[in-house]
């Protein structure tokens, strides 16, 4: 083997893994999303407290969560997108039953 033919060995492989590796970061992403969209909506229409805290709600999760990424404008479009796409929830349940878990850290 050339180098050249290694250089471009190594470049494939490294174009291809971070292409799949960046896919599976999307659709993991796109799922969390939906998640917490889902959360706070069944939140809202189920929660003890909704009557209390309802129209502040997105905002106190925002200040508890304290993390970046959930944001109260975050969380809205997550809310707003498990409004818009309802049916993303079949191919999620299928994640989550084939073995996709969620673990306290």
Same mark, same amino acid.
């Given at each position: 083997?050339? +180098?050249?033919?290694? #250089? @471009?060995?190594?470049? $494939?492989?490294?174009?291809?893994?971070?292409? !799949?590796?960046?896919?599976? #970061?999307?659709?993991?992403?796109?799922?969390?999303?939906? =998640?917490?969209?889902?959360? +706070? #909506?069944?939140?809202?229409?189920? @929660?003890?407290?909704?009557?209390?805290?309802?129209?502040?709600?997105?905002?106190?999760l925002s200040?508890? $969560?304290?993390?970046?990424g959930l !944001?109260?404008?975050?969380?809205? $479009? &997550?809310?707003? &997108?498990? $409004?818009t796409f *309802?049916?993303? @929830?079949? *191919? #999620? !349940?299928? =994640?989550?039953?084939?073995?996709?878990? &969620?673990?306290?850290?």
């Amino acid at each position: 083997m050339k +180098i050249e033919q290694l #250089v @471009g060995q190594i470049h $494939l492989i490294d174009n291809n893994l971070k292409y !799949s590796a960046n896919k599976a #970061v999307n659709q993991l992403l796109t799922i969390r999303n939906w =998640l917490i969209g889902k959360y +706070i #909506v069944e939140y809202e229409q189920n @929660g003890q407290d909704r009557a209390k805290y309802g129209t502040k709600l997105i905002q106190t999760l925002s200040i508890k $969560l304290d993390k970046n990424g959930l !944001s109260a404008r975050n969380l809205k $479009l &997550f809310r707003q &997108f498990y $409004l818009t796409f *309802p049916e993303i @929830g079949q *191919p #999620v !349940s299928a =994640l989550l039953d084939n073995g996709l878990t &969620f673990e306290k850290q």
